[in-house]
């Protein structure tokens, strides 16, 4: 039992070295890490599952020059803990809303990529009137049945080694956090409330809204994001062509993600 204890605090003690450029905030029974970069207009930066606040760094720089950059972990990824070991995206909405509150923030922009675009689809049908614009990347109203298939047989000793190697890059608890959020993940294909927006429950989503979907996104295929387009009523859709699932980090497109986003979000596109 002490050397679990001591392990445990090395653990903690470890994550706060790695994350001593943010800050956290206790939220909805969890300790959130996040970083705020740049002056202006707030803009919050929400991440896909497996990686960070770290998956964000190649825009930074220039985002930063328009807007106050919000960039926390979502729930158990990163710095950012999760008791439950559960992950729904419901939580994770109200995870940031309560981010939100507590840095005293009413209304802002966001950009979301895959779980961080789903977050924000939960949090602007949950409030339609904070969430000024937003960015939707390789985002989901619903869990489609390949993604579901892939899920259930996921597993450590079956993830790609390319995508363990990035995950290390993210996850400062190592294998160990990692095989967490395996489980989390996989769970998710016996989820069927979490993810389940018809059109009627987009149609409650006000703000201008810019879908950006690869046409090979071997998830979430391009009927999904076609779907949210006609049922979200200020919305705008891009399709990358012969992109898979996030393209925008490839790249060909990071550059020219960066423009339309700075575009949109500043209200000049």
């Not at 149609?203 to 295929?221: A, E, Y």
Request: aromatic share 10%; net charge negative.
């Amino acid at each position: 039992m002490k050397k679990i204890i001591l392990l445990t605090l090395s653990v903690l003690f470890l994550s706060e070295l790695i994350a001593q450029d943010g800050s956290y905030a206790n939220v909805n029974g969890i300790r959130q890490y996040y970083e705020i970069q740049g002056e202006g207009e707030p803009l919050v930066l929400l991440h896909n599952f497996f990686t960070s606040h770290k998956v964000w760094e190649q825009w930074i720089d220039s985002l930063s020059i328009d807007f106050k950059l919000i960039i926390p972990d979502l729930r158990g990824h990163g710095n950012s803990t999760n008791p439950s070991n559960v992950f729904r995206h419901e939580d994770s909405a109200k995870d940031i809303y309560a981010l939100m509150d507590e840095l005293n923030i009413n209304k802002f922009k966001a950009i979301g990529a895959s779980s961080g675009g789903m977050t924000l689809i939960h949090m602007a049908t949950m409030d339609s009137t904070r969430i000024k614009s937003m960015v939707l990347v390789g985002a989901t109203s619903y869990l489609s049945q390949a993604d579901r298939e892939f899920k259930k047989t996921l597993t450590f000793e079956t993830i790609p080694e390319s995508w363990l190697s990035n995950m290390r890059i993210h996850q400062p608890g190592g294998d160990s956090q990692i095989k967490i959020l395996l489980k989390q993940f996989s769970a998710t294909a016996y989820v069927f409330d979490d993810m389940n927006f018809t059109p009627p429950y987009l149609s409650l989503i006000k703000c201008p809204t810019l879908i950006v979907h690869g046409d090979n996104d071997g998830f979430f295929p391009i009927e999904i994001p076609v779907e949210m387009h006609k049922a979200i009523p200020n919305s705008f859709l891009w399709i990358i062509p012969n992109g898979e699932h996030l393209p925008v980090w490839d790249t060909l497109w990071s550059d020219k993600f960066l423009e339309i986003s700075k575009l949109f979000l500043t209200g000049e596109l």
